[in-house]
């Protein structure tokens, strides 16, 4: 089975690999030029070499390439641009610079106004695609965290601060599925930390409302909800003796129920999924 999964991890290595090969020499290594479709391709390359590097432990390496599509978000003309046609009262240089790039400004409208899967790809380069790059480096960050109580440790804090602010955009900007993705990599932190129980056992509740709330929710949420109820099952298993044990085990047995539920209903999704793709391979 490793060997199947090796196999597998660098195959799609190699797929990715050639995608940014043929993107660099098309744009001449120059990424920060890139049109609106293939800079969502190129961020998403990236998030799914981040993902290989991260199953195969790689866990600084992981952080490393999400942080360089980070900085590829950062660096793009195209958001750049988005970001001069709002500013309303420019400076002198500012206006200077405008004029002299007038070319490339207006090659880079043609492609994002007259091109429809331009335009689409750019409704799609907002604060969600930024977040999830920050979570995909801030997971890869916290896996290679060890130690318990190491409060006064730099990597401890600044990943804390992190996880913070993720919580904190996602939650002012709705996304509240990537919002309890940080909140889980919290708890994972916070137990690093040796946070009280309390603590951890709050964000884990919220965790679980904000997602039980929701109508709909994607497989990844309805996994984090699953292990947000086994997490808080956990914590119970010290809880106070006020509570009868037969009340407390009832409601332990109900929580594993309701984590059990979840994951078989993705079990049985995937090899529905799985059929499907035989069938259409036939």
């Not at 405008?98 to 207006?106: A, F, G, K, P, Q």
Request: proline share 2%; aromatic share 6%.
């Amino acid at each position: 089975m490793p060997q199947l999964k090796e196999f597998m991890l660098s195959e799609a290595q190699n797929k990715l690999n050639i995608f940014m090969d043929t993107i660099k020499r098309e744009y001449n290594g120059i990424l920060a030029n890139l049109a609106p479709a293939e800079l969502e391709m190129t961020i998403d390359a990236k998030c799914q070499a981040a993902a290989i590097a991260f199953q195969r432990l790689q866990l600084a390496f992981s952080a490393a390439i999400a942080l360089s599509a980070i900085q590829l978000l950062k660096r793009s003309k195209i958001l750049m641009t988005q970001k001069q046609h709002i500013t309303r009262n420019p400076s002198t240089a500012f206006k200077n610079r405008l004029r002299t790039n007038t070319s490339s400004e207006d090659q880079v409208t043609k492609i994002l106004y007259q091109e429809p899967h331009n335009v689409e790809a750019c409704a799609r380069l907002h604060l969600g695609l930024w977040l999830k790059c920050r979570l995909i480096m801030l997971t890869a960050l916290t896996a290679q965290l060890y130690g318990i109580g190491q409060k006064k440790d730099e990597g401890f804090l600044e990943t804390a601060r992190l996880c913070e602010e993720g919580i904190e955009e996602a939650k002012a900007n709705g996304l509240v599925e990537l919002q309890t993705e940080f909140m889980l990599q919290a708890v994972l932190l916070d137990f690093r930390l040796g946070r009280v129980k309390d603590y951890i056992k709050t964000l884990l509740q919220d965790m679980k409302e904000l997602l039980n709330t929701r109508q709909f929710i994607s497989p990844s949420a309805q996994m984090i909800l699953a292990q947000a109820i086994l997490q808080l099952t956990d914590l119970r298993k010290t809880e106070t003796l006020c509570i009868s044990k037969d009340a407390v085990m009832q409601e332990k047995i109900s929580l594993c129920l309701s984590a059990q539920k979840l994951i078989l209903d993705q079990v049985l999704t995937f090899e529905c999924f799985l059929s499907m793709s035989l069938l259409k391979q036939k």
